[in-house]
């Protein structure tokens, strides 16, 4: 895209026009993969497994592809290992319209063939393609690219299909329902395989020690691809090589249940190409399964790099090449639910796992188009089948993006003397200051509260979405008069004595909690000392969220460090730390081990706690519930303040710990009911972005159809959880530690 206008402008026409679609099915789709994987015990296990198998994969990649070059050579079929997707369609045309005077080649589903644009190389050379997979024949009808990996026409409507049918096959008795419009396409694709010269398929896996393919399919159509010709075409990155057949078995287990939640997926195939079953002639009613046509198939592997070796030898592209191609990634994200992979992809691939993928076959430009629709929610996480960190993969690549970007003839030496961050002079404003917000804030505060007042004029306003991009119909945080430290440090310090502390704790005075919501820092002290837990909240930095959300990685980094070398002390004295905003728990629990030397990563997050979390374990170690508020005394607007609408953190869910806020409450007696969205769309600065607006608000919808009426306390743990249900439902939530703190 040209510009950033443009790109918001596109955000907007897809949710409008394609946005309902795309949330009803992959909301059922995410719904079903969680139902689905808790139906199996060995779930994680067989995740583990998974990863395994890749991971020894990828490390031996070279070697696989010698082996699979000869079992498939062994089989009788031959192999083609292509450079690039010119390589790749130079062989692929050359067999096809050269050697076998192709007129037709029918296609069963390949993301891999997409990513080579096979089909636009041999139309060019006089061969009819044809898709036989029912979502891409409606693409390739409607001349459209997929918006998503497995189910490529997850945009289009019931009703849409049906207009097309009948504008571009005008039928005399136009099919409407999905029953009759998919046999509509049964019949037409089966005359047109019937004809077919050629049939091209991808393969989910290869495994080298046999050359057998397995093929997974909702309809079928792979098989018929197979058999209904004798020349079998099969194109695969060389990433998809396992070393056994047996290696196949957690992948069967794991990608229907993580794509589109299917317990089984409807066709498993395994195959040996050149298969030796007889070649159909759809002509001969007599003998149309000839004995010994089968002597006759030809089968040509054509396996593609395209990029792969490289990212292969990437140490923050490699884990990509771990990906199964199974959406749970697109699915479980808040961003795709709404807009789909037209916006939330590249050239190819969509979701999550796109920026890897672009970044890595089309290049760093493509990747840039999208990558900030990545979050760094970290929902898709837990969702993928092997354990893929996407989040840091789009960090990652956001990094280089920002530097590739930046102007090298900005002055570096001026830029280290004025602003407080590791990164190269001419980066994007609006990525500078977001990226320093720890900085923000401390000045905010220092000077609370004409920086209020001036923060929300409108000169200023419109300033800043013209400059830095961010929208005006958000509210600014206000910045406290009085921070915490401050506001610790003038009660004295601790007020547990030594002797009577059942533990020691230091709550970490994180930027938000520090400089704006002061509020919930101070119901975290009170709570935990009303617990015997002698507390310090020293003055510590930030912990580098801020900037790792923007890809700044040195300034992240850096921020890491620092940190730790403050707690370390603290560390040393055997004190817990505990955290309230779930976002830097996050951070110390998930991105500090790739700052910090493992000693040290391991040791800050086995000592680090959510707040509620801590306040669990105290409680299950013996503490007194009853120094906690309990519901009679109420919390708020609700009568007896019993009833809790508890929205969890998004990255708490990651981490898990976002359900003993539930617990706890449910513990002191409260009723909760707890909210089934997972991102509430806000993602930091995300929702502040003027291009980012009106998506940021149509993720957090669904919490408005929850809660939006609800008489019940509203709870959430995050600070943009906070400022995103505020603005949604008119409404000032609460932090789960405030609700159940002794009154200051």
């Not at 994987?37 to 583990?48: M, V, W």
């Not at 979502?135 to 459209?144: F, N």
């Not at 923050?316 to 789909?340: H, M």
């Not at 509210?475 to 533990?503: C, I, Q």
Request: hydrophobic share 35%.
């Amino acid at each position: 895209m040209s510009s950033d206008a443009t790109k918001g402008d596109r955000i907007r026409e897809l949710l409008e026009t394609e946005g309902d679609a795309v949330a009803e099915n992959t909301r059922g789709f995410n719904q079903g993969r969680i139902e689905s994987t808790g139906r199996l015990d060995d779930y994680e296990e067989l995740k583990a497994d998974a990863r395994e198998i890749k991971e020894d994969a990828i490390a031996r990649l070279p070697e696989l592809i010698d082996e699979v070059r000869g079992t498939v050579e062994a089989n009788g079929g031959t192999v083609y290992v292509a450079d690039d997707a010119a390589d790749a369609n130079r062989y692929i045309t050359e067999l096809t319209a050269e050697e076998r005077d192709a007129d037709r080649l029918v296609k069963s589903k390949s993301m891999t063939s997409e990513e080579i644009e096979v089909n636009e190389a041999l139309e060019a050379a006089g061969v009819e393609v044809v898709e036989t997979d029912l979502g891409e024949w409606v693409l390739q009808v409607a001349d459209e690219a997929p918006s998503h990996i497995v189910a490529p026409a997850i945009h289009k409507s019931r009703e849409g299909i049906a207009e097309l049918f009948a504008e571009r096959f005008d039928p005399e008795d136009p099919p409407e329902t999905a029953e009759e419009l998919t046999m509509f396409a049964r019949e037409r694709l089966g005359e047109l395989i019937e004809d077919a010269d050629v049939g091209m398929t991808g393969a989910n896996f290869i495994a080298a020690d046999s050359g057998t393919m397995l093929l997974v399919t909702s309809e079928g159509n792979a098989r018929k691809t197979v058999t209904a010709t004798d020349t079998h075409i099969a194109v695969a990155g060389v990433e998809k090589i396992v070393p056994t057949v047996e290696d196949f078995s957690p992948f069967v287990e794991l990608i229907g249940r993580s794509g589109t939640g299917q317990d089984v997926t409807s066709y498993i195939s395994t195959l040996t190409p050149p298969v030796d079953s007889p070649v159909p002639d759809f002509q001969d009613d007599a003998e149309p399964l000839a004995d010994g046509s089968g002597d006759d198939r030809d089968f040509h592997l054509v396996l593609i790099d395209n990029g792969r070796m490289a990212m292969r030898d990437d140490e923050q592209l490699k884990e990509t090449l771990y990906c199964i191609r199974c959406s749970a990634c697109s699915n479980a994200c808040g961003n795709f639910q709404s807009v789909g992979g037209h916006a939330f992809g590249g050239e190819t691939y969509s979701g999550g796992i796109a920026t890897g993928w672009e970044a890595g076959i089309e290049g760093l430009d493509t990747a840039a188009e999208f990558n900030d629709l990545c979050t760094g929610c970290s929902r898709c996480v837990p969702a993928c089948p092997v354990g893929i960190d996407i989040p840091w993969i789009n960090t990652a690549v956001r990094d280089r993006i920002n530097r590739g970007e930046a102007d090298p003839s900005q002055l570096d030496w001026a830029f280290e003397e004025l602003v407080p961050d590791e990164e190269p002079g001419g980066l994007d404003l609006g990525t500078r200051l977001v990226g320093n917000y720890a900085t923000l804030a401390e000045w905010g505060h220092k000077t609370a509260p004409v920086a209020n007042r001036l923060a929300n004029a409108g000169p200023v306003r419109a300033l800043a979405e013209r400059v830095a991009g961010i929208d005006r119909r958000r509210e600014l945080p206000e910045f406290a008069r009085e921070s915490l430290v401050e506001w610790f440090d003038a009660r004295d310090g601790p007020a547990v004595p030594v002797d009577e502390a059942t533990r020691e704790a230091v709550v970490y005075p994180d930027t938000a909690t520090n400089y704006v919501d002061v509020e919930r820092g101070k119901a975290t002290v009170r709570a935990l000392e009303a617990l015997g837990v002698r507390v310090r909240v020293p003055d510590l930095p930030g912990s580098g969220r801020p900037p790792l959300s923007q890809g700044m990685v040195a300034t992240a980094e850096a921020a890491a460090e620092d940190l730790y070398a403050g707690l370390a002390p603290h560390l040393d004295a055997g004190r817990d730390v505990v955290v309230i905003e779930p976002s830097d728990l996050a951070t110390f629990r998930r991105e500090y081990e790739r700052f910090l030397p493992s000693e040290s990563s391991e040791r800050l997050a086995d000592a680090s706690y959510d707040a509620m979390e801590y306040v669990f374990g105290l409680l299950e170690n013996g503490a007194d519930p009853s120094a906690l508020r309990a519901p009679s005394e109420g919390t708020g607007p609700v009568a007896s303040g019993k009833r809790i609408a508890y929205h969890p953190h998004c990255q708490a869910r990651t981490v898990e710990v976002g359900e003993y806020a539930t617990a706890t409450f449910e513990r002191l007696g409260y009723d909760v009911r707890v909210s089934d969205t997972e991102c509430c769309g806000m993602a930091g600065s995300f929702g502040y972005k003027t291009d980012y607006y009106e998506l940021s608000v149509d993720v957090g919808e669904p919490l408005v159809e929850q809660f939006g009426d609800t008489d019940r306390t509203v709870v959430a743990a995050g600070t943009s959880c906070t400022e995103q249900l505020d603005a949604l439902l008119d409404a000032a939530p609460r932090h789960p530690i405030e609700v159940i703190a002794p009154r200051g």
